[in-house]
């Protein structure tokens, strides 16, 4: 007869080997709105139907801050996640830290390497070995309205430069609506400041202006009729602005309260989920002066290094999911993104996304191709922090002229 103390053992021996098999995933993320929560949800069912148990780690905020703040408190205390929400330099500042576990292995087998744009390859890699997998490529230069609501006011279709723009907003205050849905964040009144620097500058100014932070292109005519747009564009919002989260601002726009929204196409995954057709219901178009350009955004996870065999499993299990083409398609279908797996086909995508995708291919040939500022891709975590708050304090104090925000702006991009 078997013993009760060899009985514990072989039990204890089968468990061991189930959790070889299958480990547990906590997942370090922002996506806490209608369509981002959809889109996640997506990942999880994947990660589950291999056996493995999702922890949900999810810190509500538009943008990550919130989820960076906690993020870096849980590394500090030596208890990292095993993936998280983390993308362009700050994948590298994390990876000099240490504390990323190497997605080679992974990377190799699944032939990342001809499945992605090398300009986005290169920011997942660091010192040559892969450490984040990318998720999207999201379009952060469109400009969202509602078709109701442009019709009421008399606008014939989507305004293509500001001053088009402007006279659209004017017609939209006559009706009584709002023109611009706004919601006052430092990441969301940079999402619209580098989607003005862009339209007012083209892309070689945006280039030498908020990347290579240029002292004289920050100095110059071109910027400070970028920050006279930009303060035109604040007097069409609403009074309560400010403090709004993204997607109560799209809501706005959904509800026929306002007419449009300058956000990056997860505002579509919240469109979608709210079961509003696009082209109909809503319509999608780049920022005035933009069509020839695309400030983009990968979204991406970064594995922290972990000693559990179960847990580094499930790492790599994620890591394949998400570079898989079942993930890619659907979660992209959801949260308003295209794939970044190259090759895939947008057969089930909407005009809004088949326009990203064609736009994304045409704009990397011609030099239109640039990363978001505003969305963490181009500049290090310290001067963006810098610069979008000196932006903010331009936005939301009409006494600071322009002058004195252009030489703010300037002195924060010099923050090391
Ligand atoms: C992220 C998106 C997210 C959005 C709003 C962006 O920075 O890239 O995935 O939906 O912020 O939170």
Redesign the pocket.
Known sequence: MIKVSQLAAAVAMVVTAAAVQAGEVEVLH??T?GG?AKSVAELKKIMQAKGHVWKDFAVAG???DNAATVLKSRVVSGNPPAAAQI?GPAIQEWAAEGVLANLDATAKAEKWDSLLPKVVADVMKYKGNYVAAPVNV?RVNWMWANAAVLKKAGVAGMPKTWDEFFAAADKVKAAGLIPVAHGGQN?QDFTTFESVVLGVGGAKFYNDALIKLDAKALDSDTMKKSLETFRKVKSYTDAAAPGRD?NLATAMVMQEKAAFQFM?D?AKGEFLAAGKAPGKDFLCAAAPGTANAYTF?V?SFAMFKLKDSGAQKAQGDLAAAIMGTEFQEVFNLN?GSIPVRLNMSMAKFDDCAKTSSKDFVDTAKTGGLVPSVA??MAIKPAAEGAIKDAVSQFWNDDKISVADGMKNIAKAAATK
Do not use: L
């Open positions: 922002y996506w709105s981002e538009g943008g990550g993308k999201h990441w993204w990056g997860w955004n979204d949260k969305h963490g």
